[in-house]
């Protein structure tokens, strides 16, 4: 039998303290419309590279629960707010107080996750001056070929923008061996 993971949800006041948001400090992000997709997360001030911006929170839940949370089968594109934690448990961040499910995806990202035990934290890879959309790349796993590209479409606007959230395709390498006696 596995392990019981109950769908722990921490509370409004936790997560405003884990990110940095009581009145006695300034929030580095505000929520605006996106261009990338719907809502997205816009830097308020100047983020300098390495810096802690935003926790990813909610549930944290069995990989079981969250397919029955959300039924991929009958979706027409994929739209969902899991974060996998490890090989058995992902957080479900589609809570009100997780501002950080609004952060996009895309193919030139400006922030990366990092896990830190069952914390999920949004860290800046470069300078992001305010007004600048928060984005991370999802690096989803390629599970299938190319019919799941359209479930996964990209709409970042990258210059290299790879069209997927997934992963790209692993290339063959050709063997040294037949290289050789190519020759």
């Not at 997560?15 to 992000?29: C, D, E, I, P, Q």
């Not at 949370?69 to 997780?98: A, P, Q, S």
Request: net charge positive; proline share 2%; with cysteine.
């Amino acid at each position: 039998m596995g392990e019981q993971l109950s769908n722990e949800t921490i509370s409004e006041q936790e997560v405003m303290k884990r990110n940095g948001k009581s009145s006695s400090t300034r929030k580095l992000y505000e929520i605006g419309t996106s261009r990338i997709q719907g809502r997205g997360v816009f830097a308020k001030q100047r983020i300098r590279p390495g810096q802690k911006i935003i926790e990813y929170t909610g549930d944290i839940v069995s990989n079981e629960e969250a397919d029955r949370r959300y039924d991929e089968e009958n979706m027409e594109r994929h739209h969902t707010f899991l974060f996998t934690l490890d090989d058995k448990r992902c957080i479900d961040g589609d809570v009100t107080t997780n501002d950080a499910r609004l952060i996009n995806h895309s193919c030139d990202p400006n922030c990366e996750s990092i896990i830190e035990g069952e914390h999920i934290w949004i860290y800046a890879l470069k300078n992001i001056q305010p007004g600048v959309e928060l984005a991370y790349d999802y690096r989803y796993e390629r599970t299938g070929g190319k019919e799941l590209e359209k479930f996964y479409v990209c709409h970042c606007g990258a210059a290299k923008c790879r069209g997927s959230i997934m992963l790209p395709a692993k290339r063959r390498k050709k063997k040294k061996a037949a290289r050789k006696s190519a020759r």
